[in-house]
Nanobody
Framework: QVRLVESGGGLVQAGGSLRLSCAAS????????TGWFRQAPGKEREFVAA????????YYKDSVKGRFTISRDNAKNTQYLQMNSLKPEDTAVYFC?????????????????WGQGTQVTVSS
């Protein structure tokens, strides 16, 4: 089993920045591809970003490219999402996820483990 705990969410004004963290425990983190998903009220959970187990390959939802950066520190068993130039439409609960694969997928069904979520609210 892999336990994931997100942190770093909060309230920020449009144009501001936040960095989300996801701490993993339970299994060898370096063997898992990981990602971030988000879900706004009344909306389906959507893919935001993903990263390979090595950290060498990253993937993004088109609307966050150039604004968000996913990274990981395997020595610390932690995944990050740096969010810059935040917009009100980025408001959602953000979830950390991991899958037992070296390369990540874009579908939520491909992920085996999930964190509890952290709220990000962007005011206009």
């Amino acid at each position: 089993q892999v336990r994931l705990v997100e942190s770093g969410g909060g309230l920020v004004q449009a144009g501001g920045s936040l960095r989300l963290s996801c701490a993993a425990s339970g299994r060898t983190f370096s063997n898992y591809a990981t990602g971030w998903f988000r879900q706004a009220p009344g909306k389906e959970r959507e893919f935001v970003a993903a990263i390979s187990s090595s950290g060498r390959h990253t993937y993004y939802k088109d609307s966050v490219k150039g604004r968000f950066t996913i990274s990981r520190d395997n020595a610390k068993n932690t995944q990050y999402l740096q969010m810059n130039s935040l917009k009100p439409e980025d408001t959602a609960v953000y979830f950390c996820a991991a899958q037992a694969s070296l390369l990540p997928g874009r579908g939520s069904g491909q992920y085996d483990y999930w964190g509890q979520g952290t709220q990000v609210t962007v005011s206009s």
